[in-house]
């Protein structure tokens, strides 16, 4: 069964900083990799979508890297700015469906 | 513009009620989702469809039913028998095929028991 880890739980930064946040998944037959962004009570939007095949996806301040033998994926953020500030999680596909990690809460102080 | 609706936004029930959360994609995609998120978990998956009159139970099914009776609706109805329906409810969809490409997200209903 898959499971996703998201490490920290909390991150929080100054305006301007670059930040990575860390995802790990136990079932290295993922066939892609999602990160989403979600605001409080909103729904979540999605960042990023590496595929299985792929080792790493760019947009703009946003870099997501996946290396599934080791059975990680990162998502670098550039430059950090307050509007950043959101929780984000992290998704495995295999199968049918996605498997979500519990996500990283970060603030970005002005 | 395209993309997914859920309604509605806030939803009160009480015990014993059952109650339908209403999804709508308007993205001609394939598989629809339903997602229950609760405090500090991730969120879990509840019901998904691949096709249209078919689904499949997902890991937490149990006091929920689902229908897909046309492609771009997926609603999903609470039960009396679901012990602890408190959560916010997310439905999403997916392009060609079950999980095998980007997953898009509705707004979420939040569902409270009075």
């Known amino acids: 069964k898959q499971e996703v880890t998201q490490i920290p739980a909390a991150l929080s930064v100054p305006e301007g900083e670059n930040l990575v946040l860390n995802c790990s998944f136990t079932?290295?037959?993922?066939?892609?990799l999602q990160w989403f962004r979600q605001d409080p009570g909103k729904g979540l939007t999605s960042l990023l979508l590496?595929?299985?095949?792929?080792r790493e996806q760019t947009s703009g301040r946003l870099n997501a890297s996946l290396d599934k033998s080791s059975g990680r994926s990162t998502l670098y953020i550039a430059a950090s700015q307050p509007g950043d500030s959101a929780t984000y999680l992290c998704a495995g596909g295999s199968n049918y469906k996605l498997t979500f990690g519990k996500g990283t809460l970060l603030t970005v102080n002005p | 513009d395209g993309g997914i609706t859920q309604s509605p936004k806030y939803l009160f029930r009480k015990e014993g009620q059952n109650v339908t959360l209403s999804c709508e994609q308007n993205?001609?995609?394939?598989?629809m989702y339903w997602y229950r998120q609760d405090p500090g978990q991730g969120l879990r998956l509840i019901y998904y469809s691949q096709i249209v009159n078919d689904f499949q139970k997902g890991d937490i099914a149990e006091g929920y039913s689902v229908s897909r009776e046309k492609k771009e609706s997926f609603p999903l109805t609470v039960t009396s028998a679901q012990k602890n329906p408190t959560a916010f409810y997310l439905c999403?969809?997916?392009?060609?095929?079950?999980?095998?490409?980007?997953?898009?997200f509705g707004p979420g209903t939040r569902l409270t028991v009075l």
């Open positions: 079932d290295s037959a993922i066939y892609n």
């Open positions: 999403a969809s997916t392009r060609e095929g079950v999980g095998s490409h980007e997953q898009f």
């Open positions: 590496i595929q299985s095949s792929q």
């Open positions: 993205l001609n995609h394939d598989a």
